[in-house]
């Protein structure tokens, strides 16, 4: 897997019949490795190690349902009373953060109200802070360190 735009970590990968697996820390469990997993595992250990958010509140591949509809967020960090309190979307580093990524994590948004949502791909970062009052958010320079949520 190629470096990104994150700070590098200990990463953990076995091979498990004949496929390459990557520890999730918040799973604790291996998990196939995919271009996007990569994303994933970087940008959650970025968040832990980097910018002090707390492992135990955060969740990867959160379920969520819409009637019949599963949807399935990539990340989701929780407040102190277990309130979601941001949303991650991952893509591969190849697939560049359009509008319709950002469309999806919005669509994920709707049924959880939360006050950041943030989109990677392991090279580019977007984070924005919901403004509920005013039906807007601001683009944020950078992703917050988790005392500043």
Request: aromatic share 10%; hydrophobic share 35%; charged share 25%.
């Amino acid at each position: 897997m190629n470096p990104l735009n994150l700070p590098p970590y200990e990463i953990k990968i076995a091979v498990k019949n004949g496929k390459k697996m990557i520890l999730d820390v918040l799973r604790r469990k291996y998990v196939t490795l995919t271009p996007e997993e990569w994303v994933r595992q970087h940008f959650v250990h970025y968040l832990i190690e980097h910018k002090n958010y707390p492992a135990g509140r955060l969740s990867n591949e959160v379920e969520l349902r819409v009637g019949e509809k599963k949807l399935r967020c990539d990340s989701v960090l929780y407040n102190k009373v277990a309130v979601p309190q941001m949303i991650l979307e991952y893509k591969a580093p190849t697939i560049p953060l359009t509008q319709k990524v950002f469309d999806q994590i919005t669509a994920y948004n709707f049924l959880l109200k939360v006050d950041y949502l943030i989109v990677s791909n392991g090279m580019e970062h977007i984070c924005c802070q919901m403004d509920y009052n005013h039906q807007r958010y601001t683009f944020l320079r950078e992703i917050p360190d988790y005392h500043q949520l």
